[in-house]
């Protein structure tokens, strides 16, 4: 199940009556789904462990109301970052877990992989933790890349872009996303958006741990000097190369997709 919400407007919910309201979250997300739109979704977490999800699309005047228990998984029962929920829809039983960052959540559907939501209002989802000082830690560091290859041949006589972002996130995580565009079609085997990766910082470079991903097999290395990536033929067959910016990166490859599709 992959849902989300939007609504500064306050429902009652079922359970609304029966117990107090521990923490709401709101979220949204850019993704555009089937037959939805892009949505927004809120948790509604309540002390008899029961939880309401709203889930809203644009294009319906109703949210679809999910309504199971929730368990705190967190290492600390004073804190809530780590929820586990059970609920059932449509007779099939789901198990999801959510992470809640200060910044962020993530939402692993089912036992599917993360996914990366931003926070609607971000004054009711602050972390009771203190964050580390880490010198190693990138947190609020935004790259773009991109990379072609125009500068040599091949043997496939394929042009080739790449755009890769990074959004380095709390708890050296960081949220990777992949554009590849063979002569001007997106390569879809290849593309991927708002994966949820680990890091490392080291004196001359930086390892992304992409291998855990199926389709990549193997992690990313950023030059610390350059600012160039290294893996091994696809991706990163052009080198693409970095630049800091003080925005979302995955929004300017979409602007750059958006407008090379109307080219076509």
């Known amino acids: 199940m992959k849902k ?3 609504s500064l407007i306050l429902f009652l ?48 005047p109703e949210p ?3 309504t199971g228990t929730w368990k705190n998984l967190s290492e600390n029962s004073n804190l809530f970052h780590h929820i586990l929920t059970d609920y059932t829809y449509d007779g099939i039983k789901y198990q999801d877990t959510i992470n809640l960052q200060t910044d962020f959540l993530t939402i692993s559907w089912n036992g599917g992989s993360e996914n990366y939501y931003k926070y609607i209002d971000l004054s ?52 990777y996303s992949y554009l590849l565009i063979e002569d001007k079609i997106k390569n879809s085997n290849w593309t991927r958006y708002n994966l949820i990766f680990d890091y490392e910082v080291f004196d001359e470079e930086i390892i992304v741990y992409t291998g855990i991903e199926a389709r990549f097999h193997f992690d990313t290395t950023i030059d610390r000097y ?31 997709y958006k407008e090379r599709e109307k080219k076509l």
Request: charged share 20%; proline share 4%.
């Open 4 to 6: 989300i919400l939007i």
């Open 64 to 66: 679809n109301i999910y």
């Open 226 to 256: 350059d600012l160039k990536l290294y893996g091994h033929y696809n991706p990163y067959e052009s080198a693409p190369e970095c630049k800091t910016v003080n925005y979302d990166p995955l929004e300017e490859i979409k602007e750059v």
């Open 13 to 60: 919910s079922p359970n609304v009556n029966s117990s107090e309201i521990v923490k709401e979250v709101s979220f949204t997300t850019d993704t555009n789904f089937s037959n939805c739109g892009i949505a927004t979704g809120k948790y509604i977490f309540y002390s008899d462990s029961d939880f309401d999800l709203f889930w809203y699309c644009p294009a319906s």
């Open 124 to 175: 009711k989802n602050e972390i009771t933790e203190n964050s580390k000082n880490d010198p190693k830690d990138l947190n609020g560091t935004n790259l773009f890349c991109y990379g072609d290859n125009t500068a040599y041949s091949d043997n496939t006589n394929t042009f080739v872009q790449e755009y890769v972002a990074f959004t380095f996130i709390d708890n050296l995580k960081v949220v």
